[in-house]
Structures are given as structure tokens and as C-alpha cells.
């Protein structure tokens, strides 16, 4: 009996929060979509050290694979309202 191929399940956080895909690469939008962001927040992967973190557009690819990636969102700038 041939046993059946369980996908990959690759973890990544954003904003705290655990998700999973089986997908090794993920799109802004697919990130934000899967972890319920609004869409006109704005995301970023944090970065390792004194490395600055990335803006990440929703229509950039991010490899989520390896290592495990941690995202948070930001609202809309709003320099200027009163």
C-alpha cells in the first residue's frame, strides 16, 4: 500500500500570531488575507539584529519555508488629521 504525501506545513507569525500554509512562498496579500490584516494596512517582516525591518508590498513574494518568518501590520498613516 502506497502511503499518501502529507504536505509541507510551513509557520510563520504575524503580529504574534501563528499561521500556517503549505505553500513555500506567499504574496503580501496571501499573508494578510490568511492572518485576516485589512488590506490597507501596511506589512512588514521583522528583521534579524540591527537589520531594519522590511516593507513588504502585497504583491512581493516572501519564501516562508525556512527560517520562520514573523510579520506585524500597520495601520494607515494618519500624520496630519486632527
Known sequence: MTELAHPAVHPFFVDGQRFTTDKQNLTGQEIK??????????????????????????GET???????????????????KK
Not at 62 to 80: C, L, M, N, S, W
Request: negative net charge.
Open 62 to 80: 516572501v519564501q516562508i519555508d525556512h527560517p520562520e518568518k514573523h510579520f506585524f501590520a500597520v495601520p494607515p498613516a494618519t500624520f496630519g
Open 33 to 58: 488575507t490568511i492572518a485576516g490584516v485589512a488590506g490597507n494596512y501596511q506589512l512588514y517582516l521583522e528583521e534579524q539584529g540591527n537589520t531594519p525591518d522590511r516593507a513588504i508590498s502585497d
